[in-house]
Every structure is written in structure tokens, then in C-alpha cells.
Nanobody
Framework: QVHVVESGGGLVQAGGSLRLSCAASGRTFSSYTMGWFRQAPGKEREFVAA?????YYADSVKGRFTISRDNAKNTVYLQMNSLKPEDTAVYYC????????????????WGQGTQVTVSS
């Protein structure tokens, strides 16, 4: 079983920055694709970014968010810059084996989420 824990959420003004972290257990962390998703109130969970040996971003965050990973620490990060009120959501970290995917059902392990609130 893989345990996933997100941290780093909070309240920030529009234009500000936050860095989310996601720590996962397991000895084969480097084998996993790591993804970030978000869910705003009343909306479906949506893909934000993912990283395996490459990275992939949703169009809505491209150029503002950066995903990275530290395999030695079993941790993936999401640096969020130029935040907008529409970025407000619960952000989830997820893991899957094999290649990058943007569909929630393709991911096997999920964290509990961390709240990001961007005020205008």
C-alpha cells in the first residue's frame, strides 16, 4: 500500500505564490508517475500537472505552475506562481505506474488533499 500526504496549501492573494508538496511511501517511488489534480466546489476533479521522466500541464496552468520531483525524498512538488482566484480548489496528489495520464481513474493512489484559496 502506498500512502500519500499533501502539504503546503493555504490562503494567498491573487498574484502570489505557493508551493505544494506531496510525500509518498514506497521503495519504488521513482517508478511512479506523479500527478496533481484539483477540485473546486461544485466542480469535477480536474488534471493540473504530471511528471514521470517528462512533464505535462493543463493549459490553464501552463507557464504559471511547475511540477518537479525529488526521488531521494519520495516527494513531488507543485510550484504555483501568479495565482488567480479561479485556482482556488482542493489540490490532490496521485500516483500511477507507467506513463503520464490526465484522467483521474488512471491513478491508483491518492492523498487527502490540501486546500488552496486565492483571494482577489
Amino acid at each position: 500500500q502506498v500512502h500519500v500526504v499533501e502539504s503546503g496549501g493555504g490562503l494567498v492573494q491573487a498574484g502570489g505564490s505557493l508551493r505544494l508538496s506531496c510525500a509518498a511511501s514506497g521503495r519504488t517511488f521513482s517508478s511512479y508517475t506523479m500527478g496533481w489534480f484539483r477540485q473546486a466546489p461544485g466542480k469535477e476533479r480536474e488534471f493540473v500537472a504530471a511528471i514521470s521522466w517528462s512533464t505535462y500541464y493543463a493549459d490553464s496552468v501552463k507557464g504559471r505552475f511547475t511540477i518537479s520531483r525529488d526521488n531521494a525524498k519520495n516527494t513531488v512538488y507543485l510550484q504555483m506562481n501568479s495565482l488567480k482566484p479561479e485556482d482556488t480548489a482542493v489540490y490532490y496528489c496521485a500516483l500511477k505506474l507507467s506513463s503520464i495520464a490526465t484522467i483521474t481513474d488512471d491513478y491508483n493512489y491518492w492523498g487527502q488533499g490540501t486546500q488552496v484559496t486565492v483571494s482577489s
